[in-house]
Every structure is written in C-alpha cells, then in structure tokens.
C-alpha cells in the first residue's frame, strides 16, 4: 500500500485523459457529502492506498470506492455515484429536461418543458421555462451521456442568440408586464474555460456539474434531495429504463406513490428493499 506522501506524488487520469496530481482530500470529501461516516471514509482511503499506481483512472478509483460503500451504506453509495446516476438519464436528454424543471420548481418557480415560443425572427423550442413573480427564465439543456464530455464555446454562443431572438418578443407573451427575463445554459458535465469566460461576458447564466461555486448542479441536487430513480441499486437497467420512458425521473416520485412501480412487476421481497433503499437516500448523513 502506497503512503500517504506517496499518494501526494502519483498522478491519475481522467475520462478527458487528462492526467492530475491525486488528491485523497477531494476523495474524503465526495464521501463525506454522500453521508459516509468517518470510519468507513478510513477504511475506503486505506483500500483505495492499495491499488494506487501512477496514472491510474479516475474510474477505477471511482468503482473501487463505490463498491466499498455500498457495503457499509446503501443510502450513502447511492448519493456517491449521483454524478453517474444523473449521466444515466439519457438517451433523450427529455428524462434530464424534467429533472431541471422538478430542481426550479423545488425553489418555487411554476416550471414548463418542451416550450414553442416565438422570436423576433423564427420560432425556438425552449428546454425549460420557469416563473416566479416577474421573473421568467429560460433554460436550454445539454445532456451528455459520457462524464468526460464538455460543452466549448460554441454552444453559449448559439443559445445566447437564440434568447436574445426570444427577448425581443417577449412583449408578446407578457403583454403590459416588464419582467425581468434570465437566459440558463444547463449541462450535467462541465464547460470549456472559453464557454464559462462567454457566459459571464454576454450574461448568459451557466450552470454546470461544479460550476457556479455557489449554485452548481450538484449544490442545487443536495438542497433540493431530488435524487434521480437511476441512483437506485436495487433497480435493474431495464426497470430504470421503463421508468424514464413513463417520465417517472425522481425517486420521492416512488416513495410517495409505490404503485407506480406495479408496472415493473417487482417481486415483493425486492420491492420492499428498493423502498427501502429509497427511504434511506432522505436520512440524515451518519
């Protein structure tokens, strides 16, 4: 098992193939926030120190750690592979619209998807549009099913033109209102420096995985407890995917209606421990 000033020196390699120094305090904290205790956060760090090497991948790391939680804490494995959870959505990118609007809609917005509003020159389907008061955002999302994806500049560039083409005709919608009109560029990986470095210039709000520092998707995931149905163990790649296709995205969706999962045919002894994985994502951090 490598030391600990060991560990400082070796590099590991991302699913872009970037390669960064390790660093065992970003891992003790992503086991932290999903509610490992401190004991098991020892144990894991001591057995990741064992298959260590230089340039080993991030998705090792990842599947290592996961596996020795999910023995320890169903409900703090579940929240640990969140990030994948959310990749899960796919293919569509419908079930991760739905999954935004549900994350505006827990801040009080009355939350609309798949909008055909007309701009000042051609029409635009809308991702999401969301309302509160005075305030009407407008989000555009970009789903990618492979974590290591990242949205570049290209991409605010075009949204940003096509919420200005919409903020020109918003007279239409809002007839005698002035209302204070917000542009979201929405993705579950990560954008290109240039992309965030335009977002701040034209206006255009991004969100991203770990981007804002304050108000991130993953901050925004934590707040609300809105934990996608594609976190859960007990539900086989099949069951999530019928679920999806029947727009059931979040899992408090099942733990308040649990005859939504009479469709999957379940046997009752798995049924019952899906719920109860499902319960355990909602208890408070050991």
């Not at 590991?12 to 205790?37: C, I, N």
């Not at 965030?196 to 901050?219: K, M, N, T």
């Not at 308040?256 to 319960?279: G, Q, V």
């Amino acid at each position: 098992m490598t030391t600990f000033a060991q560990q400082r020196s070796l590099t590991v390699t991302k699913h872009s193939g970037e390669r960064v120094p390790y660093d065992p305090d970003s891992l003790r904290r992503s086991l932290l926030r999903a509610g490992a205790g401190e004991e098991d956060v020892q144990v894991i760090l001591e057995e990741i120190g064992k298959i260590l090497y230089d340039g080993i991948p991030t998705s090792r790391i990842y599947k290592k750690a996961h596996a020795l939680l999910r023995a320890r804490s169903s409900g703090a494995s579940a929240r640990y592979r969140l990030k994948q959870a959310i990749s899960e959505l796919g293919p569509t990118g419908y079930p991760f619209e739905k999954y935004v609007a549900g994350l505006l809609a827990y801040q009080g917005y009355a939350t609309r998807t798949g909008e055909l509003i007309e701009g000042r020159c051609v029409t635009h389907e809308v991702d999401v549009v969301a309302e509160k008061g005075d305030e009407v955002i407008m989000v555009e999302c970009k789903f990618h099913s492979e974590q290591g994806t990242k949205s570049d500049v290209k991409v605010p560039m075009y949204i940003r033109s096509r919420f200005e083409d919409i903020r020109h005709n918003l007279s239409r919608y809002y007839p005698g209102r002035e209302v204070e009109f917000r542009g979201w560029l929405v993705t579950n990986t990560r954008f290109t420096e240039d992309a965030v470095a335009f977002g701040r210039c034209s206006g255009l709000h991004l969100i991203s995985w770990d981007y804002p520092s304050e108000g991130s998707l993953r901050q925004r995931i934590d707040l609300a407890g809105l934990h996608p149905v594609t976190c859960l163990h007990n539900l086989t790649r099949k069951e999530k995917k019928e679920l999806l296709s029947r727009e059931i995205v979040f899992v408090r969706e099942l733990l308040n209606d649990p005859s939504l999962l009479e469709p999957l045919h379940i046997p009752p002894p798995r049924t019952r421990r899906l719920l109860r994985e499902a319960e355990s994502l909602f208890m408070p951090p050991s």
